[in-house]
């Protein structure tokens, strides 16, 4: 599911598309999100249509050595 609204904060070093395999992330305004099971008020996580969310991290990859 991908969602574009201009309320969908920025965050650094947030994940961008492709995300994860797991159907709780999602695509909102070209960043990735986790949907949690918790319900709003949602207080400091970011709330979209009912549901409330967390930005997922970009996932560094580890340098490799080709070579020697």
Known sequence: ?????????EW??????PCGDTPAQVVLNDACWMTLEARPPCGDLYEHEGRCHVPVAET?????RVGE
């Open 60 to 64: 560094k990859r580890l340098p490799t």
């Open 1 to 9: 599911m991908e969602v574009e609204d201009a309320e969908v904060p």
């Open 12 to 17: 650094r070093g947030q994940q961008t598309p």
